[in-house]
Nanobody, 121 residues
Framework: QVQLVESGGGLVQTGGSLRLSCAAS????????MGWYRQAPGKQREFVAG???????NYTDSVKGRFTISRDNAKNTVYLQMNSLNSEDTAVYYC???????????????WGQGTQVTVSS
């Protein structure tokens, strides 16, 4: 079994910061792309940021310059540093990873359970 476990969400005031973490565990052979998505109430889930196994990053326009994605390959963990938060960032944040399990021939997409981020004015 492979699991993604997120942590670090919470309540923060406008302009504040939060750091999300997502650790992958289980019989993992390798992890390719990792990323963060979010879903606000009444809206579809949207891409926030992604990072390749080699460290190449990309972001949705609304978070560029405010959010930073990083990963620690030795710990199978991806992070999302979120600065200058505003009310539009309020959402459930989901971790995503493309993982090849031990002895598997192909990769599979895995999702975390989600962590709530609430930005108050």
């Amino acid at each position: 079994q492979v699991q993604l476990v997120e942590s670090g969400g919470g309540l923060v005031q406008t302009g504040g910061s939060l750091r999300l973490s997502c650790a992958a565990s289980g019989r993992i052979f390798s992890i390719n792309d990792m990323g963060w998505y979010r879903q606000a109430p009444g809206k579809q889930r949207e891409f926030v940021a992604g990072i390749s196994s080699g460290g190449i990053t990309n972001y949705t326009d609304s978070v560029k310059g405010r959010f930073t994605i990083s990963r620690d390959n030795a710990k199978n963990t991806v992070y999302l540093q979120m600065n200058s938060l505003n009310s539009e960032d309020t959402a459930v944040y989901y971790c995503n990873a493309d993982i090849r399990r031990a002895w598997a021939r192909a990769t599979k997409d895995y999702w975390g359970q989600g962590t709530q981020v609430t930005v108050s004015s």
